[in-house]
């Protein structure tokens, strides 16, 4: 037998699934939210800012692998349900050998790098360079280990293992912060902080490498690569990367500009309430890592499936999200308050509100964004970020220049608005030509995130404080979640969410 068995999941068991991946990303930021405040204090601005620059660099370079971990998951996922996995030992061993050969690049290409970072691009003081070079050589030494783990994850992906991913993931990525607290009390050199990182991705590839050979034990025995597949892969995962290098310049193209029009401090200011508002992208984060797989094989097996599931995604992730993101605009500007002090407050209360209507269009739009991935139509979303770059450049910075961080808020929202439409009529003309138009089922949706935006200037011209904010926010939400129950979602939602429920609420146990 090539693989262990897999069947097509139930809407319980995707429930369940998303409830893991939610728990793997909500733990490390609770320990992170612990952790940084202490590793500043005991190690101070210019060594935290080395390390922080050094964990930024690691992530760069995890994309080196050219989308192929994504790929591993889609093409095992379709091979399961066409295949029942005979072809998954090939498909794994292909990919594996290409993410080893990218990983020893990737590795010796941050290590011949390591001084010219040091000295010209960070601009370290000569007195850490030694430090920051030995931190910079050690974490070279996890890029081929990162790639490794990431292969293996897409194949407990395709097998929708992701209470294993959870529990292997979370621990793991918690000791990216807590492992500095292990190390202080004895030295604050930056070779040494980084010591329990690199003996934590070992750990992480030899556990996905162990879960995996009891799922595909002919892993061990396959020899063959197939190249051909591997072309295959690659050119799937070229646009996969193609994403996830445009999707950070889009990011960061705000706080370019307005460290360029307005101030540096205007930064922080924009950077701090981003910070806090884009936790809300933990949802459609949590549900669409369950659906990939899912949306992989239904597309390989009946595309006629895909739609029901689709339009039950789009408007759960709408129910949840836009209370929370009405909670951030009412109450949000206070709660900054309490959190980071009266300036931070002041300056951004607009931003608040903008990016939570922005970012809240956003997670709904993943939905359309990662159904186009599962179905090979990858190269979609990938060009529409690419084209938007120069677009959305004028846009911010003729809106910050205006209005400063608030206008570069609003073109954030307004572009995320704009992609939404653009990706959901793709999903339409790419993935459900054949059947029937899908985009007036998704009008209502659309409704809720647009009564967000109708909220921003009626929550400008309120001046509470923090309880009667809170209080405000509270009946807003309980409005949207009843006009959601009774006008979002059909009777068959209102019985999947009644049926589902003790998934999220539940004890989460024995989940496949």
Known sequence: MASAAVSMPTEDRIVRNAAWNFAGMALPIAVALGCI???????????????????LIVTYFG??????GRATAKFAAEDLANEAGRNVPTIVRSSLVVHVVLGLIGGVALASATPWLAAR????????????????????LTIPLILVSDCLRGLLEAYRRFDQIAVVQAPATAMTYLGPLFVLPWTDNLAAIIVPTLLTRAAVASVYAWLSLRLVPNIRRTRVVDWTLVARMLRFGGW??????????????????????????????????FEVVSKLWLLSAGLLGALFPVFAG???????????LYLRATKLLTAAVVPAAALLIFAGPELLRLWVGDEFAAHGAPVVRWLAVGIAVNVVAQVPFTLL???????VPALLQVVQIPFYAGLVWLSASAFGI????????????????VLFFAVDRCVFASIEPRSVSLLRPAAACGVLAVFVPIAGQLSLGLPASVLVATGVVALILAAEWNFLLSAADRTAVMTHRHALFGRVRGVA
């Not at 990367?241 to 401090?265: E, Q, Y």
């Not at 239904?298 to 029901?308: F, I």
């Not at 608030?406 to 439409?421: F, H, K, N, P, S």
């Open 373 to 379: 991935q599962s179905v090979g139509q990858a190269r």
């Open 121 to 140: 691009v960070f601009h370290v003081p000569a007195d850490l360079r030694p430090e920051t070079s030995g931190c910079l050589l050690l974490l070279a």
């Open 63 to 68: 994309q080196f692998n050219f989308g192929l």
């Open 406 to 421: 608030a206008g570069a808020a609003a073109a954030w929202a307004l572009r995320a608005a704009v992609e939404a439409v």
């Open 298 to 308: 239904l597309a390989a097996r009946d595309r006629t499936a895909l739609a029901p």
């Open 37 to 55: 405040p202490v590793v500043v204090a005991r190690l101070g601005a210019e060594r935290f800012g080395v390390l922080s620059l050094a964990w």
């Open 240 to 273: 996969v990367t193609v994403s996830a290098l445009s999707a950070p310049l889009l990011a960061g193209l705000d706080r370019i500009t307005i460290a360029a029009v307005v101030s540096l401090s205007a930064v922080a200011w924009y950077a701090t309430p």
